[in-house]
């Protein structure tokens, strides 16, 4: 399908699962900071232009672009790049936008997953920000691919956390679900996690628990313990998610095999994607992985503009 409307793209983004409003306000900003120098230069310093191509392009050419991969993965942000192409092109004039591939599409070095014809200083202008976004996003979706298929065959699912870059959050948690994964809270405020600092505020694991359930009822409470006897602890006290932290395989097939039916349980600290079958034969329900978004390296995707019209 061709697009040749801001609107309709932002209707392939909003049924994505994405928040269009929060995407605009994503890449308004990038798209300022990239080409007006907000936070990097002095105030008043940027010309607000890509002056190269400003200087270097007629002002009514136009071009075809398209969006190729370069290594092989699983893509992730193909709305997130349209819209952000299409904001820029929309207000220079005409443009097309076809869409060649979906997110979660394993791809390999040539694909091409977005193709547009537009005015050649707009797409040159929005290639950086789309694809800084596309390129982030479908690295996290890979990062988060490998770990599923580790996990393949087993009970246990990967899940992210919030460790995320800021104001990045909601595409790359979107991106940890593209590649086969599961959100943890995705604030501070939707769900709470019980740890070590917060056990010795209240003075204890128990008293921690008892806090914030009685401040907040209806809130789900995941408690992070050390040792099987905060587990029985907490689980005894009405806890039914526990954060098992740093320990040892067989630690953690204990506690799982003891208080199996009574709580979820998530493995988190030292997991390698070599250890995660040797993790999910312990019985955990998660294995919470903060790489797959803080350590996710880019995958390699590149805009190559095809020729003038």
């Known amino acids: 399908m061709i697009y040749t409307k801001l609107a309709d793209i932002a209707e392939v983004v909003a049924a994505a699962g994405l928040d269009v409003d929060a995407l605009s306000l994503i890449v308004t900003e990038a798209l300022d900071e990239d080409l007006g120098g907000r936070g990097v230069l002095p105030p008043g310093a940027g010309t607000g232009l890509d002056v190269t191509s400003y200087a270097?392009?007629?002002?009514?050419?136009?071009?075809?672009?398209?969006?190729?991969v370069r290594q092989p993965g699983t893509v992730a942000g193909i709305?997130?790049?349209?819209?952000?192409?299409a904001s820029v092109c929309s207000t220079a004039g005409d443009f097309e936008l076809t869409l060649h591939a979906v997110d979660g599409d394993r791809v390999g070095r040539g694909d091409v997953l977005i193709s547009v014809t537009g005015n050649t200083r707009a797409l040159l202008a929005a290639e950086r920000v789309s694809l800084n976004l596309i390129t982030m996003m479908s690295g996290v979706a890979t990062a988060t691919r490998a770990w599923a298929d580790a996990l393949a065959g087993t009970t246990t699912r990967v899940r992210d956390s919030r460790k995320t870059i800021p104001g990045l959050r909601m595409l790359q948690k979107y991106a940890v679900r593209i590649g086969g994964g599961l959100n943890h809270r995705m604030s501070l405020a939707d769900a709470a996690l019980i740890k070590d600092n917060h056990v010795i505020a209240a003075g204890g694991v128990v008293a921690a628990y008892r806090a914030v359930?009685?401040?907040?009822?209806?809130?789900?409470?995941?408690?992070?313990?050390?040792?099987?006897e905060q587990a029985r602890e907490v689980v005894a006290a009405g806890a039914t998610e526990i954060l098992l932290d740093n320990m040892?395989?067989?630690?953690?097939?204990?506690?799982?095999a003891e208080l199996a039916g009574r709580a979820t349980f998530e493995a988190s600290g030292g997991l390698t994607i070599q250890n995660a079958t040797e993790v999910a034969e312990t019985g955990v329900n998660f294995v919470a992985v903060g790489a797959i978004t803080h350590s996710a390296p880019i995958l390699d995707i590149a805009f190559d503009l095809a020729s003038e019209n």
């Open 79 to 85: 709305p997130v790049a349209a819209y952000t192409v």
């Open 56 to 68: 270097t392009i007629p002002v009514g050419a136009a071009a075809d672009g398209a969006f190729v």
């Open 248 to 256: 040892s395989s067989v630690a953690m097939a204990g506690i799982v």
């Open 213 to 228: 359930r009685e401040s907040f009822p209806g809130i789900p409470i995941e408690v992070e313990v050390t040792s099987a």
